[in-house]
């Protein structure tokens, strides 16, 4: 009796011990599960957050002694997505307000690359659920055309179910190498709205281009178109010659010929623009209204630096090195096996007991144990473990996660380099323009003007050609289609410069 009660005991603490085994296992799983979940949450939200409630920021810049780079404000400064308070006060640079913000805000709501950008880093979002699940569970089945015979019965089928779980670090690792993924992706979306910012605004400067051309074209028609009359009775009073009449009639020809090519470029223009909103490219576009050119003297360096601290190209590098670091230790851990537990329940076919004969001396059958009639089932809990004994192949998997991230390195250097160029570049294309612009509006264009009204006074009062006359004309007109080209070139190399220094930028006045 007390053997029997031993064996029993015996019995109940392997089963114990084997339960509380799977139970451990289960727990550790189930703990690597949550962490997982709080970092597909964490994920989740900063995709919500950069897809719902993004702004340009923008900066003050203030030249002073120290040379410090200067804050970004509180994404409270900007007024709706992607528009700053800057551009809801464009309207100071103009005679009423701009309609560049409304193209802004369509692009960032409209356009395809923008919306792919986005539908990037939901994706991106989802492949956190995947790498930090469990393994699906495996089934097996096991049919033995020839049984195993025991006392108990012939076993002929076993149907066993196991649970790989591994290391709960391996899945925390791989979870947070795939929200360093979703954060690239934002990175990139935010990239790409950047980008399509300065391609409106180019778009729109290049149309204000055409439209400003126009107007002056057509100015200059109505002003040679009055002075053609004038012309036209001089000659037949004879006090002017036919050349001087017809003359002035080709360039009212030449003129009209400009505005109609004016028109067909502005078409063209609009239509540039009109494929950034998403919309058809015969799709009418308002005038655009009348700027004074800006006046931006920031010191290169500082913006280089705001560059590097807030382009979001770069930014894709800071996570993606932080993935490749994850990565490196997910290679590290391959050392560490991986459990499976699983439980198996084998099907025991009963047989007849064996029933010994009745003995001829006695008359009588001996005892016999009549306990094979029920046939029990059999069941077991096991455990496995992989045996990663390849040690050749993880340690070239943790030379090949160094090495990309010695790549990321090293491309995250090569593009610092290139943005610190198309920065220094748009700065050097920003200074020129508003030199330029500076000439012309305090010496060429009032030079010119002044030299056009002396040599028609000098015409009329008939000391001079009118040859003359139209040459100092042509020279004006070029100058003031130069000014108009000048500031729309002035504002495309800021879209540029603010572009690649990702914030909205401004100077302290006064």
């Known amino acids: 009796?007390?053997?029997?009660?031993?064996?029993?005991?015996?019995?109940?603490?392997?089963?114990?011990?084997?339960?509380?085994?799977?139970?451990?296992?289960?727990?550790?799983?189930?703990?690597?599960?949550?962490?997982?979940?709080?970092?597909?949450?964490?994920?989740?939200?900063?995709?919500?957050?950069?897809?719902?409630?993004?702004?340009?920021?923008?900066?003050?810049?203030?030249?002073?002694?120290s040379g410090e780079l200067p804050a970004v404000p509180s994404a409270e400064r900007?007024?709706?997505?992607?528009?700053?308070?800057?551009?809801?006060?464009?309207?100071?640079?103009?005679?009423?307000?701009?309609?560049?913000?409304?193209?802004?805000?369509?692009?960032?709501?409209?356009?395809?690359?923008?919306?792919?950008?986005?539908?990037?880093?939901?994706a991106k979002l989802e492949r956190i659920a995947q790498v930090t699940s469990l393994p699906d569970p495996v089934l097996r089945a096991i049919v033995r055309p020839e049984p195993i015979q025991t006392a108990a019965g012939d076993m002929y089928f076993t149907l066993g179910v196991g649970q790989t779980i591994p290391l709960p670090a391996k899945l925390e690792g791989a979870g947070?190498?795939?929200?360093?993924?979703?954060?690239?992706?934002?990175?990139?979306?935010n990239a790409v709205r950047l980008g399509v910012i300065a391609d409106v605004e180019q778009a729109y400067y290049r149309l204000y281009l055409t439209d400003r051309s126009i107007e002056l074209t057509e100015a200059h028609r109505q002003l040679l178109e009055e002075l053609e009359p004038v012309l036209a009775s001089q000659y037949r009073a004879g006090?002017?010659?036919?050349q001087d009449l017809l003359r002035i009639q080709i360039e009212i020809a030449k003129l009209r010929d400009d505005e109609n090519r004016l028109g067909r470029r502005r078409?063209?223009?609009?239509?540039?623009?009109?494929?950034?909103?998403?919309?058809?490219?015969?799709?009418?576009?308002?005038?655009?209204?009348?700027?004074?050119?800006?006046?931006?003297?920031?010191?290169?360096?500082q913006l280089i630096a705001l560059a590097a601290a807030h382009n979001p190209e770069l930014?894709?590098?800071t996570h993606r090195a932080q993935r490749d670091r994850e990565e490196i230790a997910l290679a590290r851990l391959a050392?560490?096996?991986?459990?499976?537990?699983?439980?198996e329940w084998t099907y025991t076919e009963p047989r007849d007991p064996f029933i010994p004969p009745i003995n001829p001396q006695t008359g009588i059958r001996p005892p016999y144990n009549d306990r094979s009639d029920g046939g029990d089932d059999n069941w077991a809990l096991t455990l496995q473990l992989n045996l990663p004994i390849w040690l050749g192949r993880i340690e070239a998997a943790k030379r090949e996660a160094r090495q990309r991230l010695h790549?990321?390195?090293?491309?995250?250097?090569?593009?610092?380099?290139?943005?610190?160029?198309?920065?220094?570049?748009?700065?050097?294309?920003?200074?020129?323009?508003?030199?330029?612009?500076?000439?012309?509006?305090?010496?060429?264009?009032?030079?010119?003007?002044?030299?056009?009204?002396?040599?028609?006074?000098?015409?009329q009062a008939g000391k001079t050609d009118f040859l003359t006359v139209i040459d100092n004309w042509r020279r004006l007109l070029d100058f003031e289609l130069m000014l108009h080209r000048e500031v729309a070139d002035l504002e495309i190399a800021f879209s540029e410069l603010q572009r690649q220094v990702s914030v909205q930028l401004e100077e302290k006045r006064g």
Request: hydrophobic share 40%; glycine share 4%; net charge negative.
């Open 267 to 301: 078409a063209s223009a609009a239509a540039a623009l009109n494929q950034l909103l998403d919309y058809p490219p015969d799709r009418e576009l308002a005038g655009t209204l009348p700027i004074s050119p800006r006046t931006f003297d920031a010191d290169v360096e």
């Open 78 to 122: 900007s007024v709706g997505v992607g528009i700053t308070e800057e551009e809801e006060g464009h309207g100071r640079r103009s005679a009423s307000p701009s309609p560049l913000q409304s193209y802004v805000r369509q692009a960032l709501e409209r356009n395809p690359s923008v919306r792919a950008a986005s539908a990037d880093a939901r």
């Open 315 to 317: 930014a894709t590098f």
């Open 176 to 189: 947070r190498s795939a929200a360093a993924e979703v954060r690239m992706a934002i990175e990139r979306l």
């Open 239 to 242: 006090g002017a010659e036919q």
């Open 407 to 459: 790549e990321t390195q090293h491309e995250k250097q090569a593009v610092l380099n290139k943005i610190a160029f198309r920065v220094y570049d748009a700065w050097v294309r920003v200074q020129t323009q508003q030199e330029t612009i500076r000439l012309l509006e305090s010496t060429l264009i009032p030079q010119a003007k002044q030299t056009y009204e002396v040599s028609l006074t000098s015409y």
């Open 335 to 343: 050392h560490w096996p991986d459990a499976t537990i699983g439980f």
């Open 1 to 65: 009796m007390s053997m029997h009660c031993g064996v029993v005991m015996n019995a109940a603490k392997t089963i114990t011990d084997v339960l509380f085994t799977a139970v451990s296992a289960m727990t550790v799983a189930a703990l690597a599960v949550t962490s997982a979940c709080s970092t597909h949450r964490s994920a989740a939200e900063e995709v919500s957050k950069a897809i719902t409630d993004w702004h340009r920021p923008s900066i003050l810049l203030d030249q002073g002694e």
